[in-house]
């Protein structure tokens, strides 16, 4: 018979079949233990996020595709990121493998996998739409110190809330339970989880909404209701589930369905943020740069909100590794703007010499180096 360490000595483990029968008594659900299936999905949301990773992988070979460059790469990365430790959390959380052993540090992997890392999620994407509108409604720039300040700031709040916990009492908060190979997770701790979550993300929608009116060059608008849309209704997916499903993960079809709705939530956003670009810079790669500039020139000269001597927004690194938000300049290479076949009244810099294209977007506040070979 299977053994395992309980208190120092070693105590018969009981088999699935018999956890199964006692925890269903006990509260009265269909309890199922780990198997395949848990398996399978784990498997399948590796390759998900293998996918995004490949899509991540792509975007920094062709980080000087000016479209990529203009989005915060390094910071999607580090969103992407901590997906993956969020998910890594909720296998043993969700219940998708006997807690055994290792599996069995019920406060590690919950507390500082889980809870943290969904929480470093939610801040990120704070401190990337705080970079925004400190950008386009502030009209500041948001350097390297400003990032770091706005990170370290969300993140000392949430290592705080972790670490709180774990410090309290495991009976208040999570215990392990060695019979049953469970964790017992308290309602006042999912209680005070949950809310926190929606404290977040309440900061994200003040941000989002005074996003509303960036010009449209960059569709940082449109990405960031698409994010906020999909988090709002994870996260009420997520209350609801763990207020009045409070033993889900003993139930195999609700864990499997956490699990998925948690994956799908971390890439879609990560794929908001980059795959548009990502997907351009493959099919339509000469045609959609250009596109952009030209939008770029367009908004720029309706003074939609760009700040001064600005030609991208947040993203482009400067060579001594800040991040240029206030003060960037934008290589043009004239071949790309004067190249194209398509009709001159869709591109309006089709008929221009360079250095009138130089002149006219310096009139706009954009600081712009003309090349005559190819500059990316």
Known sequence: MPVAKISGSLQPRISSKTRDNLLSSLFQINAQSPDNDDTVVIAICAGVFGLTALMLVFAWCNYSYRPIRAKNLLWTTLIYLSTVLWFIGNIPANGHVRLVGAWSNCKLWIIWFRVLFCFVFASMTIVRFYALD???NQ?????TWSSLIATGAVIVLNVIFCLVNQLISGSLTIEYVPPLEICNVTQAFRIAAIAFQ????TGVGVLFFRLRNIQSSFNEFRESMAIFAVIIALLIESTVTNIYYKYYILEKHRRIEKTV????????VV????GYPVFMCIFRRREYEQHWLEKLAKDSSKNSGLPPKSGTFYAKMKDNGEFGLGNIHQDLDSSELMGSTLKSRYHPFANKHPLDIEDMLNDHGISVRINDSRAL
């Open 271 to 274: 794929w908001l943020f980059i």
């Open 134 to 136: 400190r950008v386009f």
């Open 198 to 201: 929606w404290v977040l993300w």
């Open 139 to 143: 009209k500041k720039p948001f350097t």
């Open 261 to 268: 709705m948690d994956m799908v939530a971390g890439n879609i």
